[in-house]
T-cell receptor, first 112, second 113 residues
Framework: QKEVEQDPGPLSVPEGAIVSLNCTYS??????FMWYRQYSRKGPELLMY????GNKEDGRFTAQVDKSSKYISLFIRDSQPSDSATYLC????????????FGKGTMLLVSP | DGGITQSPKYLFRKEGQNVTLSCEQN?????MYWYRQDPGQGLRLIYY???????QKGDIAEGYSVSREKKESFPLTVTSAQKNPTAFYLC????????????FGPGTRLLVL
C-alpha cells in the first residue's frame, strides 16, 4: 500500500461547479497536511496548510482533514477556468527531521 | 521580492556529460530540497539539506550529487551515471527542519541530446 494515494484524474467540471479533491494516507503519524497547485511546466505553489484535524477556509478554497479516516480533502467553490491545474497533496509527521510525502497529483480541468 | 530561483529554465545534456542545475533562495530558509518530476510519477526526492555543509540522500540519489556551501544556494549536478536524466527538476526550501511547508522554484527541464 502506498503511503499517500491520490486519483490522477483528469477531473473535468464546468465553470462554477464545486470541486472535491481527495487524498488518503496510511501513516497515522502524519499531522501536517498541505495542498499545492501546479500549472503545466511550473513549480508547485502552496495553496493551503493545515495541522491535525479540522477545516480551514481561504476564499474559495476549503481544506478538510479527517484523521480518523486518514482522509484529506480540498474543496473549490465557484470553480474557474484558471483553476485548471494539477493539485498535489503533501503531508508529514508532527516532529522529527522527516521530509514531506506527496501524492502524485490530480489534474483538474474547468471548462468555460 | 523573496523567492526561489532556478536556472536555467531548459538544459540540454549530451551523453557522458555532467550538468549542474542552479537553485538560489533569498527567504533565509535553513532547509533546501531537490525533486525530480516525471509524468505520472509525482515528486521524487533526490537530496535534501537541513543546514549548510550537510545534506542527505533522498529516495533516488543515485547518479546525482549536491553541495551546500552557502545557506542560499543548493546546486544539483546530474552526473553521467544517471542514465535516464530527462525530467523536470524542482528545487524547494523550508524555514526549519524537513517536513515543514516547502516553497518551490519554477523548475528546470533537462533534456538529453
Amino acid at each position: 500500500q502506498k503511503e499517500v494515494e491520490q486519483d490522477p484524474g483528469p477531473l473535468s467540471v464546468p465553470e462554477g461547479a464545486i470541486v472535491s479533491l481527495n487524498c488518503t494516507y496510511s501513516n497515522s503519524a502524519f499531522q501536517y497536511f498541505m495542498w499545492y497547485r501546479q500549472y503545466s511546466r511550473k513549480g508547485p505553489e502552496l495553496l493551503m496548510y493545515t495541522y491535525s484535524s479540522g477545516n480551514k477556509e481561504d476564499g474559495r478554497f476549503t481544506a478538510q482533514v479527517d484523521k480518523s479516516s486518514k482522509y484529506i480533502s480540498l474543496f473549490i467553490r465557484d470553480s474557474q477556468p484558471s483553476d485548471s491545474a494539477t493539485y498535489l497533496c503533501a503531508m508529514s509527521p508532527i516532529s522529527g527531521y522527516s521530509t514531506l510525502t506527496f501524492g502524485k497529483g490530480t489534474m483538474l480541468l474547468v471548462s468555460p | 521580492d523573496g523567492g526561489i530561483t532556478q536556472s536555467p529554465k531548459y538544459l540540454f545534456r549530451k551523453e557522458g556529460q555532467n550538468v549542474t542545475l542552479s537553485c538560489e533562495q533569498n527567504l533565509n530558509h535553513d532547509a533546501m530540497y531537490w525533486y525530480r518530476q516525471d509524468p505520472g510519477q509525482g515528486l521524487r526526492l533526490i537530496y535534501y539539506s537541513q543546514i549548510v555543509n550537510d545534506f542527505q540522500k533522498g529516495d533516488i540519489a543515485e547518479g546525482y550529487s549536491v553541495s551546500r556551501e552557502k545557506k542560499e544556494s543548493f546546486p544539483l549536478t546530474v552526473t553521467s551515471a544517471q542514465k535516464n536524466p530527462t525530467a523536470f527538476y524542482l528545487c524547494a526550501s523550508s524555514m526549519g527542519p524537513s517536513g515543514e511547508t516547502q516553497y518551490f522554484g519554477p523548475g528546470t527541464r533537462l533534456l538529453v541530446l
